[in-house]
Structure formats: structure tokens, C-alpha cells
Nanobody, 121 residues
Framework: QVQLVESGGGLVQPGGSLRLSCAASGSIISIYAMGWYRQAPGKARELVATITSGGSTNYADSVKGRFTISRDNAKNTLYLQMNSLKPEDTADYYC???????????????WGQGTQVTVSS
């Protein structure tokens, strides 16, 4: 029933910008911590950025100062604004809804299918 659909990826020149979106259905993201992750060919999947239900954010050192994670609760959508893009940012980017305890049960993590970002001249 839960769906996370990423969009906004594509080909961009070094130094350019993209904004990724993650549209959620079947779940209210305002009560969950959310995150963006990425994986390049031959590389391990890595954390890019997270945002808690209270609005606190954290970023990987490699993207700090260039990327911004945000959430629009009215639209039930998560965003990743990516500026000053570098070739090493090339990867598949995934949206994740983090697991949550209700006090009587555990709600597991949920992943989107990903969107491809390529940074090249």
C-alpha cells in the first residue's frame, strides 16, 4: 500500500543543479524520519541526507553545503535540492521512509525505486 516515487533525475553539467522529489502515497511522511541515499556502480550504498519528523537534518560530509533536504507535509513529498554538482555525485538516488516504533509494534523501513543522476560534460 505504501509507495515512494522518486523523480527529477537526469543528465546535468558539472556545477549545475537538480531537485529530486519523492512523492509518497499510503503513508503520512510527517510522522516519519525520511532520507536520501545513493549508490554508484561498484560502490557501496551511502547516506546522503536525513530529516526527522521534528525537522532536524544531517548530511554526508561529501554533500554538506551543496545539498539541502526538505519536506512539504501538505504535499506529502520529500525533496533534495542539489547544487554545485560534481561528477562524483553520479549515482542512483533512493528515497527512504525510516522505520518507527508505535510502542506496541514496529513499522519497517520502506524504499523507493530510485532515480538516476548523471553529472558529466
Amino acid at each position: 500500500q505504501v509507495q515512494l516515487v522518486e523523480s527529477g533525475g537526469g543528465l546535468v553539467q558539472p556545477g549545475g543543479s537538480l531537485r529530486l522529489s519523492c512523492a509518497a502515497s499510503g503513508s503520512i511522511i510527517s510522522i516519519y524520519a525520511m532520507g536520501w541515499y545513493r549508490q554508484a556502480p561498484g560502490k557501496a550504498r551511502e547516506l546522503v541526507a536525513t530529516i526527522t519528523s521534528g525537522g532536524s537534518t544531517n548530511y554526508a560530509d561529501s554533500v554538506k553545503g551543496r545539498f539541502t533536504i526538505s519536506r512539504d507535509n501538505a504535499k506529502n513529498t520529500l525533496y533534495l535540492q542539489m547544487n554545485s554538482l560534481k561528477p562524483e555525485d553520479t549515482a542512483d538516488y533512493y528515497c527512504k521512509r525510516h522505520g518507527r516504533s508505535t510502542g506496541s509494534s514496529w513499522i519497517p523501513d520502506y524504499w523507493g525505486q530510485g532515480t538516476q543522476v548523471t553529472v558529466s560534460s
